[in-house]
């Protein structure tokens, strides 16, 4: 149970273009969901929180125009990196968490690899 | 806000030694530590966790511990193997459902 993926896996596009991430929660109900993006050989950070129905609240330094974050359903999130740019390359992490079943445990997606040319 | 402080960055041990990773947290109001293994370019899976309530959890070869007067928590791990090399995280968490203060992480490498 409590199992989390992320679609895609790898992504590369061009500078300028816009990526959209999902993360989904397979077998629970997310009322709240987690992006973070991790550097290389470094720790996740918090980019943004969301629980279902609510906008997004984001983490100091995180360009909300930037990073589009949708959490239109309980099972469902979705990050749009816009007009991204080579900076923006990131291994990008969800995670989700279901308040009726789930202490404060967080259950982490595998990840989208993004690479902006 | 919290600060989490983790060591160390790396640790090799042998097959069947132990290995303990620590971490410190500055706020006492924290009352949720987990950790998370991490393999290479996959996404965190959470190991074990403990709540301020309990001062230690045992898992079958892993375990935490939880100071709170000190405000340290550390993972054991025992009989280790090469499928435990990874990178490790530990996390604080204030209060219920919030976002949780990773640490910076240890690599763990196990040799053969």
Same mark, same amino acid.
């Given at each position: ?61 995180? +360009?909300?125009?930037? #990073?589009? *974050?949708?959490? /239109? %359903? ?11 740019? $080579? +900076?923006?390359?990131? #291994?990008? *992490?969800?995670? /989700? %968490? ?11 997606? $595998? ?7 | ?112």
């Amino acid at each position: 149970g409590a199992v989390v993926s992320q679609h895609p896996s790898r992504v590369i596009c061009k500078s300028g273009t816009s990526v959209k991430i999902e993360c989904r929660s397979l077998d629970f109900q997310a009322t709240t969901m987690f992006w973070y993006r991790q550097f290389p050989k470094q720790s996740l950070m918090l980019m943004a929180t969301s629980n279902e129905g609510s906008k997004a609240t984001y983490e100091q330094g995180v +360009e909300k125009d930037k #990073f589009l *974050i949708n959490h /239109a %359903s309980l099972t469902l999130s979705t990050l749009t990196v816009t007009s991204a740019h $080579p +900076e923006d390359s990131s #291994f990008y *992490i969800c995670s /989700a %968490s279901d308040r009726d079943r789930h202490y404060n445990e967080q259950f982490f997606g $595998p990840g989208t690899r993004l690479t902006v040319l | 806000g919290e600060n989490v402080e983790q060591h160390p960055s790396t640790l090799s041990v042998q097959e069947g030694d132990s290995a303990v990773i620590k971490c410190t947290y500055s706020d006492s109001a924290s009352n949720y530590f987990p950790w998370y293994k991490q393999e290479l370019g996959k996404g965190p899976q959470l190991i074990i966790d403990i709540r301020s309530n309990v001062g230690e959890k045992k898992d079958q070869r892993i375990a935490v511990t939880l100071n709170k007067t000190a405000k340290h928590f550390s993972l054991h791990i025992t009989e280790t193997q090469p499928e435990d090399s990874a990178v490790y995280f530990c996390a604080a968490s204030i209060g219920d459902f919030n976002k949780f203060y990773f640490g910076s992480g240890t690599k763990l490498n196990v040799k053969p």
